[in-house]
């Protein structure tokens, strides 16, 4: 796949480069490097320019640098002043050029598979593009937009954010034409003063909407909706579209039945359209999150039905739901693989789904929740009747955050404390037998994934 060529390089650094050559996509770190990339030394922990040589061994065509290293191959260097600002340039000359439309994402929870689930829907329609994982801050956005194919039809970008006027940049420049707000909660209340001000900086995505033509999707089921009316109507959007179980929702989520221990069947109502879809096992809060897919594919003026049809393929991400079989002589586990990282309302949901599994013997491992700040306590605390709900019989908590709600969860639950990963991994064997459902969800920091690798599951991440 080809995204730059030497002529388009030149428009959008404008400079005049002394060799001409094609470029396949665009890489930071020399390890992603394949043959026919092109890297670009970024100064980060590490200086990208220490590692010019090995992307060329990769198999780069050229380096963007802002620096000479000596001994390094000048007629494969193109020298700017500035790397980042390099990219900056190259995305905005992307965007600019393009005539894809574009979906951009935003949310406390949801992000990630929801842009999945768009990929999926709108790939029968034509060719699609989205940001390869989480990598959704100012500089993955810059990179899924610099590195987008020309003939790219739909482009998906999820934005992520620490503080106010984050998303607001990235919108600026992503320029959606639809954008999603999945969920709102207090999963970074740690940098806010108050949820309304995490409202205030979600609906940031809004803003870069044209405002007679652009759509904004929204979670009508969400506690902060009407919150969120308001801030739409102060930047003046027309097009507002609802997804959710609500029976005001224009997408909606209708029904969730299990057929087997492997299978599920859900229902959607789009308009006055009702679709059915049948799928692999799944949360219901992925399912509830297809709404919001569906909704882009209205926006879009498509037929839903080839949607339906491409996202029953779906299943969830390793480390954001996926459950796992590991099976050898001597053990025998189901592992809800959700790890990848943890707020109050996520970390709910698994809960939820641990309880939607049957089982005979469940367990849950659960580390602290991050960036809460003041509301540490209270937030992890609330929690507590949900794992009672799951039905877990053991729960092991990693973490000082989790260790102080231990005394909040019923005597009938065995509970186990540890101070982190290693700890737990050191012991749990010792507390796991065979045939148990085993829940792994916590903050990124924590690393839980070792604990899903240590019981024997492949990729873990």
């Known amino acids: 796949m080809t995204c730059w060529n030497s002529k388009q390089l030149e428009e959008a650094l404008g400079i005049e480069l002394s060799f001409k050559a094609k470029y396949n996509g665009i890489k930071f ?13 970024l100064k980060g922990t590490r200086d990208g320019h220490q590692f010019v040589d090995d992307a060329f061994s990769r198999g780069a065509v050229a380096a963007i640098v802002s620096k000479i290293s000596p001994g390094v191959d000048l007629d494969k260097i193109i020298q700017v002043e500035d790397t980042l600002a390099a990219l900056h340039m190259l995305a905005s000359y992307k ?3 393009s005539k894809a439309k574009f979906i951009a994402i935003t949310g406390s929870e949801g992000k990630t598979s929801t842009k999945e689930a768009i990929r999926m829907m709108l790939t029968p329609y ?5 940001n390869y994982g989480t990598f959704n801050n100012h500089l993955g956005v810059s990179l899924t937009l610099a590195s987008m194919p020309d003939d790219a039809e739909y482009v998906i970008v999820e934005m992520g954010m620490n503080a106010r006027s984050e998303i607001l940049e990235l919108s600026k420049l992503a320029k959606p034409d639809i954008a999603v707000i999945t969920s709102i909660s207090e999963g970074h209340i740690g940098f806010f003063e108050s949820l309304q001000d995490i409202v205030d900086a979600k609906c940031e995505i809004f803003e870069s909407l044209d405002k007679e033509h652009g759509v904004g999707i929204l979670n009508h089921d969400i506690p902060t909706y009407e919150n969120c009316i308001n801030n739409v109507k ?7 579209q609802t997804f959710g179980k609500s029976e005001e929702a224009v997408t909606r989520f209708v029904s969730y039945e299990e057929l087997d221990s492997d299978s599920v069947r859900l229902k959607y109502m789009i308009a006055d359209d009702e679709f059915e879809v049948a799928m692999h096992m799944l949360p219901m809060h992925l399912a509830e999150n297809f709404a ?6 209205r926006a879009l003026g498509l037929d839903p039905e080839a949607a339906s049809d491409a996202i029953s393929s779906f299943q969830p991400i ?23 990282n943890a707020n109050p309302n996520s970390l709910k949901a ?18 602290d929740m991050l960036e809460l700040g003041a509301k540490e306590q209270e937030l992890h605390e609330s929690i507590v009747p949900y794992i009672i709900e799951s039905g877990a019989g053991k729960v092991f908590l990693v973490g000082p955050a989790m260790a102080r709600i231990k005394d909040k969860i019923p005597s009938s639950i065995e509970v186990r404390c540890y101070k982190d990963t290693q700890h737990l991994i050191a012991e749990i064997d010792q507390h796991l037998h065979s045939k148990e459902l085993i829940l792994i969800k916590g903050s990124r920091s924590f690393a839980l994934e070792e604990v899903a690798k240590h019981l024997g599951v492949k990729d873990a991440l």
């Not at 034509?126 to 989205?130: D, P």
């Not at 919001?292 to 594919?297: D, G, N, S, W």
Request: glycine share 6%; aromatic share 10%; charged share 30%.
């Open 234 to 240: 102060k930047i003046g959007l027309k097009n507002i």
């Open 29 to 41: 770190n020399s390890q992603d490097v394949k043959k026919g990339d092109l890297f670009i030394a």
């Open 95 to 97: 965007r600019a050029h």
């Open 126 to 130: 034509g060719k699609t593009y989205a």
């Open 350 to 367: 698994s809960l939820k789904y641990l309880e939607q599994i049957a089982s005979d013997s469940k367990i849950a491992v659960l580390s």
């Open 318 to 340: 390793i480390g954001r739901g996926k459950l796992v079989a590991v099976k050898d002589k001597k053990k025998s586990y189901r592992i809800i693989c959700d790890y990848y």
């Open 292 to 297: 919001a897919a569906f909704a882009v594919v």
